[in-house]
């Protein structure tokens, strides 16, 4: 039996990389409540967001906008601790899995209740992990991609619940502290994926140290404290309601802008600074956060299933022609350590696969040319009439996409590779992500702390940012591939889910699926004022224990 107070998901060294990385951090962490005294209840912090929010419906609130409201109005049954990634009582005081991680039991507290003053049940718990789960398909909501092989939970005594697999299950007690099974009212649990939209943020009820009170579609959602709230963490120092009033998430999606209304005092905090805008953030009363995200790195995918890319030695090729030290030194800082495989050094199954991405553009040339690409007199390698043509999506989310893509084209163009940048709005690059016609290469990372973040970047079902899976014909290109990734969800051990993670990385590696390019941090410039701030296991904002000073 696996109880919280054995928990077994964390290797050893994850506590030591972490604090390595967040040693890396330029005035590392906002400074600690001492600095400023004892906490201070009371104030309104003004938070200035890059982009604006899609949905608050938790499976798909992935995006980091999405998440840093529903991390702040939502509990989960268990908390991940963010310094050592394992496991804590939180909504559930305590629980047990079965040998083969196919029955979870978890018992439950009997005093939370949601902000429309509705209680948290055993049967509202079983509602929210059912729609999770299973999804809703004719309400258009998904699957969480954090739950895998579910099959049903059931309400065994006042304050337990159970939860059953058809098959193994072993990051389900992990996706239960993440904010893709934040826990919602009943109410909320009946709405539509377009009433979990835009418009409807006040209608969202959950059971968090905050309820959101207003929202101005697209400019500003803003969130108050709740008064009775009492249900934090036990391992939190911090317990009671909120020590803020409320927090205004303002969206400020020019960069100077959002940095310089931090540095002028005018917002207590911004996410996404700028690597070039780090500097300033060195001032006196000013500071950065820079947060691991713990998860599959910012890389590129390589849609292998294409054409120009079906041919694995152009795939090292372009792997050889890219100098991604050249590009870390010239676009970011050391908050971004440059890439040793798939996942971050940080991330629960890590392993280096470094030895398959050294630069050599020597060696990208001999492969190109054994592969029958020929240099044309435009300086545009071509075969068979088509030339070595390819296209990158801007990735929105990602920091500097765009630039990485230009140092990318310039490098890629001395082989006689064209890259072109496929630009456009959120909406664009999402439709055309799914097109490998329109996007053969495609930039991305995603953050979770647990082994099966890498299944859900790369399997079929999920993200699918390699489009093994053709949407168009439901035809699979690589079935070994998914079966090493299934397995990643469904070995019953911490040491066989370590072993497959491994071997889903070295395949990966082998087969020039990938390029990873660095670890992404989360980086928050801060005021002095700010005390307390706090962000959860990838690195979104937690502000139930902060507080301003002065």
Same mark, same amino acid.
């Given at each position: 039996?696996?109880?919280?107070?054995?928990?077994?998901?964390?290797?050893?060294?994850?506590?030591?990389?972490?604090?390595?990385?967040?040693?890396?951090?330029?005035?590392?962490?906002?400074?600690?409540?001492?600095?400023?005294?004892?906490?201070?209840?009371?104030?309104?912090?003004?938070?200035?967001?890059?982009?604006?929010?899609?949905?608050?419906?938790?499976?798909?609130?992935?995006?980091?906008?999405?998440?840093?409201?529903?991390?702040?109005?939502?509990?989960?049954?268990?908390?991940?601790?963010?310094?050592?990634?394992?496991?804590?009582?939180?909504?559930?005081?305590?629980?047990?899995?079965?040998?083969?991680?196919?029955?979870?039991?978890?018992?439950?507290?009997?005093?939370?209740?949601?902000?429309?003053?509705?209680?948290?049940?055993?049967?509202?718990?079983?509602?929210?992990?059912?729609?999770?789960?299973?999804?809703?398909?004719? *309400?258009?909501?998904?699957?969480?991609?954090?739950?895998?092989?579910?099959?049903?939970?059931?309400?065994?005594?006042?304050?337990?619940?159970?939860?059953?697999?058809? +098959?193994?299950?072993?990051?389900?007690?992990?996706?239960? &502290?993440?904010?893709?099974?934040?826990?919602?009212?009943?109410?909320?649990?009946?709405?539509?994926?377009?009433?979990?939209?835009?418009?409807?943020?006040?209608?969202?009820?959950?059971?968090?140290?905050?309820?959101?009170?207003?929202?101005?579609? @697209? #400019?500003?959602?803003?969130?108050?404290? *709740?008064?009775?709230?009492?249900?934090?963490?036990?391992?939190?120092?911090?317990?009671?309601?909120?020590?803020?009033?409320?927090?205004?998430?303002?969206?400020?999606?020019?960069? &100077?802008?959002?940095?310089?209304?931090?540095?002028?005092?005018?917002?207590?905090?911004?996410?996404?600074?700028?690597?070039?805008?780090?500097?300033?953030?060195?001032?006196?009363?000013?500071?950065?956060?820079?947060?691991? #995200?713990?998860?599959?790195?910012?890389?590129?995918?390589?849609?292998?299933?294409?054409?120009?890319?079906?041919?694995?030695?152009? *795939?090292?090729?372009?792997?050889?022609? /890219?100098?991604?030290?050249?590009?870390?030194?010239?676009?970011?800082?050391?908050?971004?350590?440059?890439?040793?495989?798939?996942?971050?050094?940080? +991330?629960?199954?890590?392993?280096?696969?470094?030895?398959?991405?050294?630069?050599?553009?020597?060696?990208?040339?001999?492969?190109?040319?054994?592969? @029958?690409?020929?240099?044309?007199?435009?300086?545009?390698? =071509?075969?068979?009439?088509?030339?070595?043509?390819?296209?990158?999506?801007?990735?929105?989310?990602?920091?500097?996409?765009?630039?990485?893509?230009?140092?990318?084209?310039?490098?890629?163009?001395?082989?006689? /590779?064209?890259?072109?940048?496929?630009?456009?709005?959120?909406?664009?690059?999402?439709?055309?992500?799914?097109?490998?016609?329109?996007?053969?290469?495609?930039?991305?990372?995603?953050?979770?702390?647990?082994?099966?973040?890498?299944?859900?970047?790369?399997? &079929?079902?999920? *993200?699918?940012? %390699?489009?093994?899976?053709?949407?168009?014909?439901?035809?699979? @290109?690589?079935?070994? %591939?998914?079966?090493? %990734?299934?397995? /990643?969800?469904?070995?019953?051990?911490?040491?066989?889910?370590?072993?497959?993670?491994? =071997?889903?990385? #070295?395949?990966?590696?082998?087969? +020039?699926?990938?390029?990873? /390019?660095?670890?992404?941090?989360?980086?928050?410039?801060?005021?002095?004022?700010?005390?307390?701030?706090?962000?959860?296991?990838?690195?979104?904002?937690?502000?139930?224990?902060?507080?301003?000073?002065?």
């Amino acid at each position: 039996m696996s109880r919280l107070t054995r928990t077994t998901l964390v290797v050893a060294s994850t506590l030591a990389a972490v604090a390595l990385l967040a040693g890396c951090a330029s005035g590392s962490a906002a400074p600690a409540a001492s600095a400023g005294g004892e906490p201070k209840t009371g104030g309104t912090l003004t938070y200035l967001e890059p982009q604006t929010w899609t949905t608050l419906y938790p499976p798909s609130a992935g995006f980091y906008p999405n998440g840093g409201i529903v991390n702040n109005v939502t509990d989960r049954l268990l908390y991940q601790n963010p310094e050592t990634l394992e496991l804590e009582p939180w909504i559930a005081t305590d629980y047990k899995v079965n040998d083969d991680a196919t029955e979870y039991t978890f018992d439950l507290r009997t005093d939370v209740t949601y902000s429309d003053g509705t209680p948290l049940t055993a049967a509202n718990v079983v509602k929210n992990i059912d729609l999770y789960g299973k999804g809703d398909k004719a *309400r258009a909501l998904p699957v969480s991609e954090a739950i895998n092989n579910y099959d049903h939970g059931e309400v065994t005594g006042d304050h337990t619940v159970v939860f059953h697999f058809t +098959a193994p299950s072993p990051g389900f007690a992990q996706a239960v &502290s993440t904010i893709n099974s934040g826990l919602l009212s009943d109410a909320t649990l009946d709405r539509t994926s377009e009433q979990f939209g835009p418009g409807n943020a006040t209608k969202i009820i959950g059971s968090g140290p905050f309820v959101i009170s207003d929202e101005q579609i @697209g #400019t500003q959602t803003s969130v108050t404290a *709740r008064k009775d709230y009492n249900w934090a963490p036990p391992s939190l120092k911090h317990q009671g309601a909120a020590y803020l009033a409320g927090v205004n998430y303002v969206v400020a999606a020019e960069n &100077s802008v959002r940095v310089g209304t931090v540095v002028a005092g005018q917002a207590d905090i911004a996410r996404n600074i700028p690597a070039p805008d780090e500097a300033q953030f060195a001032a006196g009363g000013l500071s950065l956060h820079a947060a691991a #995200t713990n998860g599959v790195n910012n890389g590129l995918s390589f849609r292998f299933r294409e054409p120009r890319l079906a041919d694995v030695r152009v *795939r090292q090729a372009i792997i050889a022609g /890219i100098d991604r030290q050249k590009i870390v030194d010239t676009l970011f800082t050391k908050n971004y350590p440059l890439a040793t495989g798939a996942l971050a050094k940080t +991330a629960l199954g890590y392993v280096d696969t470094s030895s398959s991405y050294t630069y050599d553009p020597a060696k990208a040339a001999s492969l190109l040319d054994a592969a @029958g690409w020929t240099l044309g007199s435009d300086g545009i390698r =071509a075969k068979d009439g088509q030339k070595l043509t390819l296209s990158f999506n801007e990735a929105l989310p990602q920091p500097r996409s765009k630039e990485v893509v230009t140092l990318i084209q310039e490098q890629l163009g001395k082989l006689g /590779i064209q890259v072109n940048l496929f630009a456009g709005d959120m909406a664009a690059q999402t439709k055309a992500s799914t097109d490998q016609s329109v996007i053969q290469v495609y930039h991305s990372m995603v953050g979770r702390a647990d082994f099966d973040v890498l299944k859900s970047q790369y399997f &079929s079902k999920n *993200r699918n940012t %390699l489009l093994n899976l053709n949407p168009a014909d439901g035809s699979i @290109g690589d079935p070994q %591939l998914d079966t090493l %990734l299934q397995a /990643i969800a469904s070995e019953p051990t911490t040491a066989q889910r370590q072993a497959a993670s491994e =071997a889903a990385q #070295t395949y990966l590696a082998e087969n +020039a699926y990938i390029l990873p /390019i660095f670890e992404e941090p989360q980086v928050f410039g801060l005021t002095a004022k700010v005390q307390g701030f706090e962000t959860e296991s990838v690195g979104r904002p937690t502000f139930y224990s902060t507080w301003l000073a002065g």
